[in-house]
């Protein structure tokens, strides 16, 4: 089934990250795939060394969309690229594939979205899509939608992110 965790609010790639857990607890392969994101994250750290679970990511922070260099735009295409043939060549060993930030990847170019679309179409696990705004083709395909929306966040008054809480 295709699981979309989307919205303005804070937690998408937390639930992803629960969900994770919750199958590895229950002795499933799954694959974390990162986008848009490099530095580093307690999610991934612990992700890492739970048995059970592969993730993969681009190795370097490319930043926010808007301050990408034409360069690091090519770069981060060829990361984002490179990481969905690896899904594509090897889905057929996890129960389940999270694809965090896909939406944005998708939205902005980032990533080759005939490959987004023929995993969505032909994986048979569960898959678990997060980020903001998907496009409406995602949300016919869905299974499960979660809107996760701002209502306050610390943000908002000019405080920055907290280690342990947004990353």
């Given at each position: 089934?295709?699981?979309?965790y989307?919205?303005?609010?804070?937690?998408?790639?937390?639930?992803?990250?629960?969900?994770?857990?919750?199958?590895?607890?229950?002795?499933?392969?799954?694959?974390?795939v990162?986008?848009?994101?490099?530095?580093?994250?307690g999610?991934?750290?612990?992700?890492?060394?739970l048995?059970?679970?592969?993730?993969?990511?681009c190795?370097?922070?490319?930043?926010?969309?808007?301050?990408?260099?034409?360069q690091?735009?090519?770069?981060?295409?060829k990361?984002?690229?490179?990481?969905?043939d690896?899904?594509?060549?090897?889905?057929?060993h996890?129960?389940?594939i999270?694809?965090?930030?896909?939406?944005?990847?998708?939205?902005?170019?980032?990533?080759?979205?005939e490959?987004?679309?023929y995993?969505?179409?032909?994986?048979?696990?569960?898959?678990?899509?997060?980020?903001?705004?998907?496009?409406?083709?995602?949300?016919?395909?869905?299974?499960?939608?979660?809107?996760?929306?701002?209502?306050?966040?610390?943000?908002?008054?000019?405080?920055?992110?907290?280690?342990?809480?947004?990353y």
């Open positions: 089934m295709i699981h979309i989307c919205g303005n609010g804070k937690g998408k790639t937390t639930a992803a990250a629960g969900l994770a857990v919750r199958m590895a607890g229950h002795k499933k392969q799954l694959l974390f990162q986008f848009l994101k490099g530095s580093y994250t999610e991934i750290d612990i992700l890492e060394r048995n059970g679970i592969t993730v993969t990511r190795d370097k922070e490319y930043g926010f969309f808007s301050s990408l260099t034409p690091d735009k090519n770069n981060l295409i990361c984002h690229n490179n990481n969905l690896y899904v594509i060549n090897n889905m057929n996890f129960d389940m999270v694809l965090d930030e896909i939406f944005a990847a998708y939205n902005y170019q980032l990533a080759d979205k490959k987004i679309k995993i969505t179409e032909t994986y048979k696990g569960e898959l678990v899509l997060t980020g903001r705004e998907p496009n409406k083709w995602f949300m016919e395909k869905a299974d499960y939608i979660s809107e996760i929306k701002k209502i306050k966040h610390p943000f908002d008054i000019g405080i920055g992110a907290r280690e342990g809480i947004e």
